[in-house]
C-alpha cells in the first residue's frame, strides 16, 4: 500500500494546457474518485499517475519516492481499464498469469495468488475459459484478477463500468468496493457517473476543465457544495436553481425572478443581502407540497412516476424544476402546486462567482 502525493501537477499538450496545478493527497488506504464531465482532465490526470503520460511540471509521489520519470512498471501499480484489455486467445487463466510470465515469476510463486483471486473475484469455474465465453461483467472480474495477482501498493481503474449494462454497474461498483475493504489497498477510481462516486468513494475529487472544483466526503460534498458547479455536478434529478435579486418581504427577504415573481427565502443568512444578485438552489428530494403560505408556485408540465416515488418537472423563473416525492403523487399535468423551501435545505450563491454564500 502507498500514499500519493500530487504538487502542483500539470499537463501540457505544445500551446495548450489541460489539466492545471493539482494539488491532492491521498492516504494510504483511502478509496477516491475522481469524477467530473468528459474532457474536465480526470483521465489524463490518471495516466500520468500511471506512468503512461509525461508529466508537464510539479512532483508526483508514491509511497514518499518521487515517481515523476519512474517507467509504469516501477511504481508497483496496477490499471484496470475501460475495455477489459484481454487477450482473447488467452483463457481466464492464463490473462491472469500473463502479468506474472512476463516477469518470469515460477508458476509454484503466482499459480495461489491465481487460485486466491479467482475465488475473491468468483471466476474459479471459469479459469478454462475463453473470454469470448464470458459476460461483460466476468470479462470485468478477469482484468481485476489480472491486477489483484500483481499485489500493488496502487490501483488505477479509469472508467472501468462504463461498458457495462445498468444491472451489471450496480453488481460490479458493489463488488469493487468490497474488494478495496478485502485488500484495503489505495484506489485512485475515475468515472463520469456521479452515483458511481457517491456510492464507492471514500472522498470525491470533482474536477472541471483540468481544475480541481471541491474534495470531500460524498455527503459533504452533496450537503454543502461549494459552487455551482459542484452543485449542479453531484445529484440525479439535478439540484433546482433560479436566479434573482434580494428583496425584502413581509416574511423576511425574498428572491425576485426575472419573470416578476418572488421566492420567499424562508430564514435566509445574513450573507444575502438586499439588492445582491444571487442563485438559489434546493434538491428535489427537499422540497415540501403544501396547501397554504407556500414560498413558491410551479406550474406542473410531467408527471414521472417511477414507483418508489415520483418526480413533478414544472417551470419557476424559466428554469425547469424537479420535485421529488415518496408518496403517490394524484397530480395531473397543468395543476398548480404549492411548495414549501425548508430553510435548513436552501442553498445560495454568488451568481457572478458561483461560489457559495450559505
Given at each position: 500500500m502507498a500514499a500519493v502525493q500530487l504538487s502542483g501537477i500539470f499537463k501540457r499538450y505544445g500551446d495548450t494546457q489541460v489539466v492545471h496545478g493539482i494539488d491532492l493527497h491521498i492516504d494510504d488506504g483511502e478509496f477516491v474518485v475522481l469524477v467530473g464531465p468528459s474532457g474536465c482532465g480526470k483521465s489524463t490526470l490518471m495516466r500520468m499517475v500511471a506512468g503512461l503520460e509525461e508529466i508537464s511540471g510539479g512532483d508526483l509521489m508514491i509511497g514518499g519516492t518521487r515517481a515523476n520519470h519512474l517507467a509504469p512498471q516501477q511504481r508497483n501499480i496496477s490499471m484496470v481499464f475501460q475495455s477489459y484489455a484481454l487477450y482473447p486467445h488467452l483463457s481466464v487463466y492464463e490473462n491472469i498469469a500473463f502479468?506474472?510470465?512476463i516477469r518470469k515469476e515460477s508458476p509454484a510463486n503466482f499459480k495461489p495468488r491465481i487460485e486466491a483471486a479467482a475465488k475473491m473475484l468468483n471466476l474459479g469455474g471459469y479459469l478454462d475459459r475463453l473470454p469470448r465465453a464470458l459476460s461483460g461483467g466476468q470479462r470485468q472480474r478477469v482484468a481485476m484478477?489480472?491486477?489483484?495477482?500483481?499485489?500493488?501498493?496502487?490501483f488505477l481503474f479509469d472508467e472501468p463500468l462504463s461498458n457495462l449494462d445498468a444491472k451489471l454497474r450496480v453488481q460490479m461498483r458493489t463488488e469493487i468496493k468490497a474488494l478495496h475493504q478485502r485488500l484495503k489497498n489505495t484506489v485512485i477510481y475515475v468515472t463520469h457517473d456521479q452515483i458511481e462516486a457517491m456510492t464507492?468513494?471514500?472522498r470525491i475529487v470533482v474536477m472541471n476543465a483540468g481544475r480541481i472544483e471541491q474534495i470531500g466526503r460524498p455527503l459533504e460534498l452533496y450537503d454543502r457544495p461549494s459552487n455551482l458547479f459542484v452543485a449542479s455536478f453531484l445529484g440525479s434529478p439535478s439540484m433546482n436553481f433560479a436566479e434573482g435579486i434580494v428583496v425584502d418581504h413581509s416574511q423576511g427577504?425574498?428572491?425576485?425572478?426575472a419573470d416578476g415573481g418572488e421566492i420567499v427565502l424562508e430564514g435566509a443568512p445574513l450573507s444575502a443581502n438586499v439588492g445582491a444578485r444571487v442563485t438559489l438552489g434546493v434538491r428535489p428530494e427537499h422540497i415540501e407540497t403544501v396547501t397554504q403560505t407556500p414560498d413558491a408556485i410551479m406550474e406542473v408540465e410531467v408527471v414521472e412516476p417511477t414507483g418508489a416515488e415520483t418526480h413533478l418537472y414544472g417551470k419557476i423563473g424559466g428554469n425547469t424544476w424537479c420535485v421529488t416525492t415518496r408518496q403517490r403523487s394524484k397530480v395531473e399535468p397543468g395543476e398548480r402546486v404549492a411548495l414549501r423551501l425548508p430553510a435548513a435545505h436552501i442553498h445560495l450563491f454568488d451568481t457572478e462567482s458561483g461560489r457559495r454564500l450559505v
Amino acid at each position: 500500500m502507498a500514499a500519493v502525493q500530487l504538487s502542483g501537477i500539470f499537463k501540457r499538450y505544445g500551446d495548450t494546457q489541460v489539466v492545471h496545478g493539482i494539488d491532492l493527497h491521498i492516504d494510504d488506504g483511502e478509496f477516491v474518485v475522481l469524477v467530473g464531465p468528459s474532457g474536465c482532465g480526470k483521465s489524463t490526470l490518471m495516466r500520468m499517475v500511471a506512468g503512461l503520460e509525461e508529466i508537464s511540471g510539479g512532483d508526483l509521489m508514491i509511497g514518499g519516492t518521487r515517481a515523476n520519470h519512474l517507467a509504469p512498471q516501477q511504481r508497483n501499480i496496477s490499471m484496470v481499464f475501460q475495455s477489459y484489455a484481454l487477450y482473447p486467445h488467452l483463457s481466464v487463466y492464463e490473462n491472469i498469469a500473463f502479468g506474472p510470465r512476463i516477469r518470469k515469476e515460477s508458476p509454484a510463486n503466482f499459480k495461489p495468488r491465481i487460485e486466491a483471486a479467482a475465488k475473491m473475484l468468483n471466476l474459479g469455474g471459469y479459469l478454462d475459459r475463453l473470454p469470448r465465453a464470458l459476460s461483460g461483467g466476468q470479462r470485468q472480474r478477469v482484468a481485476m484478477g489480472r491486477a489483484v495477482v500483481r499485489e500493488p501498493s496502487l490501483f488505477l481503474f479509469d472508467e472501468p463500468l462504463s461498458n457495462l449494462d445498468a444491472k451489471l454497474r450496480v453488481q460490479m461498483r458493489t463488488e469493487i468496493k468490497a474488494l478495496h475493504q478485502r485488500l484495503k489497498n489505495t484506489v485512485i477510481y475515475v468515472t463520469h457517473d456521479q452515483i458511481e462516486a457517491m456510492t464507492m468513494a471514500d472522498r470525491i475529487v470533482v474536477m472541471n476543465a483540468g481544475r480541481i472544483e471541491q474534495i470531500g466526503r460524498p455527503l459533504e460534498l452533496y450537503d454543502r457544495p461549494s459552487n455551482l458547479f459542484v452543485a449542479s455536478f453531484l445529484g440525479s434529478p439535478s439540484m433546482n436553481f433560479a436566479e434573482g435579486i434580494v428583496v425584502d418581504h413581509s416574511q423576511g427577504l425574498a428572491l425576485k425572478l426575472a419573470d416578476g415573481g418572488e421566492i420567499v427565502l424562508e430564514g435566509a443568512p445574513l450573507s444575502a443581502n438586499v439588492g445582491a444578485r444571487v442563485t438559489l438552489g434546493v434538491r428535489p428530494e427537499h422540497i415540501e407540497t403544501v396547501t397554504q403560505t407556500p414560498d413558491a408556485i410551479m406550474e406542473v408540465e410531467v408527471v414521472e412516476p417511477t414507483g418508489a416515488e415520483t418526480h413533478l418537472y414544472g417551470k419557476i423563473g424559466g428554469n425547469t424544476w424537479c420535485v421529488t416525492t415518496r408518496q403517490r403523487s394524484k397530480v395531473e399535468p397543468g395543476e398548480r402546486v404549492a411548495l414549501r423551501l425548508p430553510a435548513a435545505h436552501i442553498h445560495l450563491f454568488d451568481t457572478e462567482s458561483g461560489r457559495r454564500l450559505v
